[in-house]
């Protein structure tokens, strides 16, 4: 009995599988292939001092690269994957993905196909950040030299998450995916024309409207910074006012707020939205005093404008694309339900119609730090503009 129950203790795991043995996935590309095929591409992390993968041409790796780049096409995205994996010594690992990046052609063919494995993969993970690589494919970007980190899809990750309130994750897409009267969004990333050496090769200031899960348009940088306001997810992140003749000053966020009400009146929709949010002077290229009454108020309302603006400038755009990027129509279903149920057909040209009524409050903070600029002169302040 004694040598039997020994013998358990000699099966080990069985189908363990060492993490050496393991191309653990950085980031992962799909692009729309020749003749309705679906070309894929992962960057694997290279452990130190182990070499990458094979030297065949669908791979990509050598001495001193942080990663292993490798791409493959096949029918459908797991049919890729497996050519994929033909291809490397290391068996793919998917969990420790940080990046998924979808050619433009794919995006505005539609991406249904990818949500529907992404969800049936157990590796995959809701905090992937989802990036649509705006003209042009997802090996592009996937290749791209870098600055801050040694691997690109890295590097995307650290600038993404740089960039106040546009960080989408899958789970963020999914959720305004499902939503009543919710049109979702994407992260955009975007080639530098003839960087200079040892500068960024892209940037992510734009944003992808994806109706219907097809790419329809994007958003530049101050429109999604409106939708941000708008949807309560600024966070953190900088304002810069232009004064008239006087300069600049800037703002860091520090705190925001944002409350929607929905008016049902003789069939039209209209959104009162008031928002709010307060921050410190973090800079002033003014000779202005801040800390006096007078240019407070002219600073506040110079802030206040452009965050106006911003929001008009989102709202004006989606209403052309229309798509209600905002989740005004889930506002409608949460608050009158039963109206909803009578305009949710409809509701792309009742949002194309709709009137946004606006109220922005910026509160300035420790102004009594900032003050003038220190290196004026007491006759070269300005109380007032």
Not at 43 to 70: N, Y
Not at 343 to 367: C, G, H, Y
Request: charged fraction near 25%; charge should be neutral; proline fraction near 4%.
């Amino acid at each position: 009995m004694l040598t039997v129950f020994c013998a358990f203790g000699l099966t080990g795991c069985w189908d363990r599988v060492e993490v050496k043995d393991l191309a653990l996935v950085i980031a992962k590309g799909i692009d729309k292939g020749p003749d309705n095929s679906v070309s894929v591409c992962i960057q694997t992390a290279v452990p130190s001092g182990v070499g990458g993968g094979g030297d065949g041409g669908s791979t990509d790796s050598g001495p001193g690269k942080s990663f292993v780049f490798a791409t493959a096409t096949g029918e459908n995205i797991k049919d890729a994957d497996q050519h994929l994996q033909e291809q490397l010594p290391r068996r793919i690992y998917l969990a420790h993905r940080r990046i998924l990046v979808i050619g433009e052609d794919e995006a505005k063919a539609g991406i249904k196909d990818i949500l529907d494995q992404f969800g049936r993969d157990p590796q995959n993970r809701m905090r992937d950040l989802l990036i649509i690589a705006k003209g042009g494919t997802a090996k592009d970007f996937l290749t791209m030299p870098t600055v801050i980190e040694k691997i690109p899809g890295q590097e995307m990750r650290t600038i993404e998450k740089q960039e106040a309130g546009s960080v989408i994750t899958m789970l963020d897409f999914l959720r305004a995916a499902s939503s009543e009267g919710e049109v979702p969004l994407a992260a955009a990333i975007e080639k530098k024309d003839n960087p200079a050496p040892g500068e960024q090769a892209f940037f992510l200031t734009s944003t992808a409207v994806m109706k219907n899960l097809k790419l329809i348009g994007y958003l530049n940088d101050e429109e999604t910074r409106g939708v941000m306001w708008l949807r309560g997810k600024i966070g953190r992140g900088y304002i810069t006012a232009d004064i008239p003749k006087q300069g600049s000053v800037t703002l860091f966020l520090t705190g925001t707020n944002r409350k929607i009400e929905p008016m049902l009146t003789k069939g039209r929709v209209q959104f009162n939205v008031r928002v709010s949010g307060k921050g410190e002077v973090v800079e002033n290229n003014t000779k202005l005093d801040i800390s006096s009454k007078e240019t407070y108020a002219m600073i506040k309302s110079a802030f206040e404008d452009e965050v106006k603006r911003y929001i008009q400038d989102a709202f004006l755009r989606t209403q052309e694309y229309d798509s209600d990027v905002f989740g005004f129509g889930n506002e409608i279903y949460r608050t009158h339900p039963r109206a909803w149920q009578e305009m949710r057909q409809n509701w792309d040209e009742l949002f194309k119609d709709a009137k946004l009524n606006l109220s922005v409050d910026i509160e300035p903070l420790r102004t009594g730090m900032s003050g003038p600029p220190l290196q004026l002169r007491e006759n070269e302040v300005k109380k007032t503009s």
